[in-house]
């Protein structure tokens, strides 16, 4: 069954070894973070830098595995219809609208709707990691200088995933506006047993 989550909010929700996770953009243009963590022990979780290390690159696509802090495959990425994702950025805090936006004023965000739905789990907001930036487009010029432009994701664009072991799964359907194209959106997913 596939399950909606609306424009600036987020779920939290346990991923069997033998499921698979289908994550769509159904309009097109919209980032989802994702963060994952072992459902029998919670300080495992995604690292960013693991996964670079590991993968000896910085744009994660079919075919790639995530990782995690303890050196271990997570997820394998099964297909990739838009190719284009991020694993190099934080996920967005009320300190990012406030430095990066000069806006001191409440903002939803990406952290805020991870830890608040990862709370049942008992994970803290010090335990979010960096996420994976599904339909992100973040480039970078000669001297390392970023950017991130509107996701090049089409309406039914999607990334499937195949765990490695039992796991808690943090979604968003992502709260910046630059990551977005300056629409906010939903996002959707299916748990899958099968193919």
Not at 40 to 59: C, N, P, Q, V
Not at 121 to 146: C, H, R, S, Y
Not at 155 to 178: H, N, Q, R, W, Y
């Amino acid at each position: 069954m596939v399950e909606k989550i609306d424009k600036q909010s987020g779920r939290a929700f346990i991923l069997k070894k033998n499921q698979f996770l289908k994550v769509i953009d159904p309009l097109g243009g919209q980032v989802c973070d994702m963060v994952l963590f072992n459902a029998k022990d919670t300080r495992e979780k995604i690292s960013a830098g693991k996964t670079m290390d590991f993968e000896e690159s910085i744009l994660i696509t079919k075919s790639n595995f995530l990782w995690s802090n303890r050196s271990r495959k997570m997820m394998e990425i099964i297909e990739d219809t838009n190719g284009r994702n991020d694993i190099l950025l934080a996920p967005c805090s009320p300190d990012t609208f406030r430095i990066m936006y000069n806006n001191p004023e409440y903002h939803p965000s990406c952290f805020e709707n991870l830890y608040k739905n990862l709370a049942s789990f008992n994970i803290a907001p010090d335990d979010v990691p960096t996420a994976f930036n599904i339909f992100m487009n973040v480039q970078f010029n000669e001297k390392g200088k970023l950017s991130v432009l509107k996701p090049l994701s089409k309406a039914g664009d999607f990334i499937l995933f195949k765990p490695e072991f039992d796991m808690i799964v943090g979604l968003t359907a992502c709260s910046a506006e630059d990551s977005n194209g300056g629409t906010f959106k939903p996002i959707h997913y299916e748990v899958l047993d099968k193919l």
